[in-house]
């Protein structure tokens, strides 16, 4: 039909923490949604699968990006812009970006603060 059904599943180094609601026919696709998740210090990495509701088979998995200890060594002060989506089968094409802005915020009871927001995807 030329659309999708899309929502997010954020996973902390596997494990799903947060689904967003489905967006319903659309390919630009806007939740307006704001989750605040508590990492541990010795995670390794924040994954935000984007998904393709399908009400009478198993959900489509469009594509994911990925957010690693290693981005965050690299951006210490944060990081914007567009980041292509990376297939999670290898036999599926991915086509697809999200337009993602991290930042490294002050403490906050000594722990340190990361805002990660996905400002639109296409």
Same mark, same amino acid.
């Given at each position: 039909?030329? =659309? /999708?059904?899309?929502? @997010?599943?954020?996973?902390?180094?596997? #494990?799903?923490?947060?689904?967003?609601?489905?967006?319903?026919?659309?390919? =630009?696709?806007?939740?307006? #949604?704001?989750?605040?998740?508590?990492?541990?210090?010795?995670?390794?990495?924040? /994954? !935000?699968?984007?998904?393709?509701? %399908?009400?009478?088979?198993?959900?489509?998995?469009?594509?994911? !990006? @990925? !957010?690693?200890? %290693?981005?965050?060594?690299?951006?210490?002060?944060?990081? /914007?812009?567009?980041? =292509?989506? =990376?297939?999670?089968?290898?036999?599926? #094409?991915? +086509?697809? #970006?999200?337009?993602?802005?991290?930042?490294? +915020?002050?403490? +906050?009871?000594?722990?340190?603060?990361?805002? @990660?927001?996905?400002?639109?995807?296409?």
């Amino acid at each position: 039909t030329g =659309s /999708s059904d899309p929502y @997010c599943i954020v996973k902390i180094d596997d #494990e799903a923490i947060v689904r967003t609601a489905t967006v319903w026919k659309t390919l =630009s696709p806007f939740w307006g #949604e704001e989750y605040e998740v508590h990492l541990q210090p010795t995670f390794h990495s924040v /994954s !935000i699968y984007v998904m393709d509701e %399908d009400a009478l088979s198993r959900d489509d998995v469009i594509g994911k !990006i @990925c !957010i690693t200890r %290693d981005m965050l060594v690299e951006h210490p002060e944060g990081y /914007s812009g567009w980041v =292509s989506l =990376s297939a999670v089968d290898p036999d599926e #094409e991915v +086509q697809g #970006e999200i337009h993602l802005r991290v930042e490294a +915020q002050g403490s +906050q009871g000594g722990r340190r603060l990361l805002r @990660c927001t996905v400002l639109e995807a296409r």
